[in-house]
T-cell receptor, first 110, second 113 residues
């Protein structure tokens, strides 16, 4: 049971920002939120992770709600290479389990 | 080197065959994982090895047998598989018990005939 909820699909235009939402209303205080993406015919790829504060890296930003029940992955300028399935994953309190939810398929239009 | 290498890339096997999938990493990671992914579905966790010991088995049938001969290598031995076991098998590794950043291989595409 992944215990995260994401929209099945989203569309964006190239060079526009994309906000990918994730709901994790039952999250506990020590659970990290991770985002991975899977490009066609490839293994999943780490994007970003966070606990409470917003996080930025070279790929994306992660905005975590103050109550931690939801988060948003932000791609600042979508490119065609960002077309992938994006998985929001709740890490269970330091466990070794990384359980994937259904993910959001992102389509980027030229 | 931030790669997880899986071999073979493709494998076709009969239901009576015995075969093995191999996964290798040289990042010094101490946790390694096997996932199974069916078409258009998310990866499903099968096994977790931590410091070369099996720590999680997600109730996987015994026809799948994992092995971790050393900290860099992970095998998945296959025997008497069924056609429904056809899938993409993904290996991943991470530094240890906490998931800071996991690296995935490209997977082995397995077809059971």
């Amino acid at each position: 049971d992944a215990k995260t909820t994401q929209p099945n699909s989203m569309e964006s235009n190239e060079e526009e920002p994309v906000h990918l939402p994730c709901n994790h209303s039952t999250i506990s205080g020590t659970d990290y939120i991770h985002w991975y993406r899977q490009l066609p015919s490839q293994g999943p790829e780490y994007v970003i992770h966070g606990l409470t504060s917003n996080v930025n890296n070279r790929m994306a930003s992660l905005a975590i709600a103050e109550d931690r029940k939801s988060s948003t992955l932000i791609l600042h300028r979508a490119t065609l290479r960002d077309a992938a399935v994006y998985y929001c994953i709740r890490e269970w309190g330091g466990s070794e389990k990384l359980v994937f939810g259904k993910g959001t398929k992102l389509t980027v239009n030229p | 080197d931030t790669e997880v290498t899986q071999t073979p890339k493709h494998l076709v096997m009969g239901m009576t065959n015995k075969k093995s999938l191999k996964c290798e990493q040289h990042m010094g990671h101490r946790a390694m994982y096997w996932y199974k992914q069916k078409a258009k579905k998310p990866p499903e966790l099968m096994f977790v090895y931590s410091y070369e010991k099996l720590s999680i088995n997600e109730s996987v049938p015994s026809r799948f047998s994992p092995e971790c001969p050393n900290s860099s290598l992970l095998n998945l031995h296959l025997h008497a598989l069924q056609p429904e076991d056809s899938a993409l098998y993904l290996c991943a590794s991470s530094q240890g018990r906490t998931w800071t950043e996991a690296f995935f291989g490209q997977g082995t595409r397995l077809t059971v005939v």
